[in-house]
């Protein structure tokens, strides 16, 4: 059944009711710092119309709650400040949502956004030797991550599985990300190494782990935590893709950081984006824009385009002006 569509009227008293949940006056907007000030939980979990919420409250601080949300709000995600209170029922209702100050998410099938996460201070794309990582997937993330003004970490989970030969192999097609300034860490799930940088490199912190399935999110999560705290299963051994142990996306307190883990993906589309955007996510691109000699420059084979002269300079790699004109190529497919 389709969401029923509210009237202008319903949707102005539904704003209205959430200002006075939150303490505002009827002529106040409900900015970030009212938020945090009035809220008196964090969803930390969620379950369809139910999430379960950390309070906030002094003297009930870290306690769970499962919650219901009242079918006027927007969707809620995990780490969305909220207010709360007991339903008398060993439960309560979300009464309304805070101001987030950011948030993460990815396409749905149809090409409409959704967000997974809220209130987060960076996104981390963990990949591995298996299943194969793929540069356009990485690039994919990378944009999303750029268009959502997000700070982006690298992660190459797994190194104990690599001899000598795989792992040059990796830091080749990886060199490209290290010379454009985005971090990366080389780590292993498994025996340990590379964690300690990894986990200094986190702390206080707030931060999503995204990723294909099957490249051990969950068994980094449970490392940096030396504790199991989420399910880990075996990539599949017709099609070596990982399995789904992820469905919802829950946030986990770690020793001086919090980790929201994400279900494992296959794909991630970037439908719900423009050509501009695009160009702008390759942050290698930016100190050229408005420099091509034709301002609807294709960056093809125009006479004086920036980005081909960069491209030649050495200024920027091939690998990653291969990656963008895929991507601006699986968006005419969609168009």
Known sequence: MSKRRLSKHQLARISQNQRKQLGCDEADSVDAQTSLEKCNGRIISHYGQHVDVESLLDDDQGRLIRCTQRSNLPKLVTGDLVVWSEDGADGGVILALGQRRNFF??????GQFKAIAANIDSVLIVFASSPTPHVSLIDRYLVAIEQLHLTAVLVLNKLDLLNHEELTELDHMLSPYGSIGYPLYKVSAEDGRGMPELEKALANQTTILVG?????????????????LADVAPLSATWARGTHTTTTSSLYHMRGFDLIDSPGIREFGLGHIDAKQVFDGFIEFRPFAGSCKFRDCSHTAEPDCAIQAALEAGQISIERVESYFRILDSLNELS
């Open 105 to 110: 998410g990815r396409p749905s099938p149809e």
């Open 212 to 228: 294909q399935s099957g490249v051990g999110k969950s068994s980094l999560l449970n490392k940096l935590n030396s504790a199991k």
